[in-house]
């Protein structure tokens, strides 16, 4: 008689609607940045440590790497030439830190702006950086040394209603020749690095509300940005207009924007009460994939760049606040309200991410 087969029990996989993981940190993170060489996430933000989280692993885990003395709001790695290794971190305190990744030692602190720096960006070919800071300033800076490559100013200070502004983020173009930035009342301007010049200026005006009624508030905002592979078109990032600003409740709001001609090619907007604070473009241009969080609690959102309704809306709890993606874009990567998510977009049948950095094998 032949011997029966001892079938072992598998684990289950994660339905599509799911995360492949759910990775615990204390607070809210900010700050979201992937390295494809090493498979590695680094996390920042609220509680001021930074997190390393070795994404081949069996059971990925975030540790404790860096233990930062202000609040973290953005982060970059830098990945090519003598800077390989390294770590920037944009801290509430308005200063820049480099970090040998490997031991997590303190390479370089640099006051860069009079106040918080809300966002950081590589520009390019990772040879420079971009900040924007609460002193409405967007600056350009040389990631090997620090050194201050450009200053520029032009955002207003206050709002139409004379109510404080800011300027919640900055994008780098793909040729590494621009730099974009975003505030409060919409209004995205271009900069020209090489010359140091205003290249474009445009307002979307939906993402800002001002309610003069209840509480006189100037609020909403452009909450992220990114240049399209082609470096033709913007994607913004926010909230629609607000109904309720006391629980900043609002829908959430995606423009695609032809920021050369200065029109706007595509609105889209969902009814989940959320500002979505981040954005993702894939690889071809045709998508876009956002996520934030609200009254209407976490959402993440996949778009074509010139539908009308999402293709895929993916509820959570919490929020998410950055977005990442690795391995040729198969996973999404998203920080918020105490953690990490990790998402698996193969099951989302979605093209490859621009934004994608590939993970070691």
Known sequence: MAEATVMKPKTPEPKPTEPRWNLPASGTLYALAVDGATGCAYVGGSAGTIYACD??????????????????????????GPQSGRLVAA?????????????????????????WI?????????????????????K?????????????VGHALET??????AIYAVAGSPDGRY????????????????SGKEAARFRAAEFYTFDGEKRDRSIGGIRRLRFSPDGKRLALAGIGQITNVDGFVGPSRLEVWDWQTGKRAASLQDSHQAVLNDVLWSSD???????????GGGVLLVWDAAGKQPEQKLKFKGHAQRLARLDGGSLLLAAGFEGVQAWDERAWSMPASANATKMAS
Not at 55 to 80: F, G, I, K, Q, S
Not at 97 to 113: E, F, M, N, S
Not at 160 to 165: D, I, T
């Open 118 to 138: 809300r966002d950081l960006c590589v520009v390019g070919d990772g040879r420079r950086l971009a900040t924007v800071g609460h002193d409405m300033r967007v």
């Open 179 to 194: 730099v974009a930035s975003a505030d409060r009342v919409g209004e995205v301007r271009v900069w020209d690095i090489t």
């Open 91 to 115: 801290r509430y305190d308005g200063s820049l830190v480099w970090y040998d990744r490997h031991d997590g030692k303190r390479l370089r602190i640099t006051t860069a702006h009079d106040g």
């Open 285 to 295: 241009g045709r998508k876009l994939t956002a996520a934030g969080g609200g009254d």
């Open 160 to 165: 139409p209603q004379g109510y404080v502004s």
């Open 140 to 152: 350009v800076w040389e990631a090997a040394d620090g050194k201050l490559v450009r200053s520029f």
């Open 55 to 80: 994404l081949n692993a069996a059971t990925p885990t975030l540790r404790p790497r860096m233990h930062d003395d202000a609040y973290v709001a953005a982060l970059e790695v830098l990945r090519d």
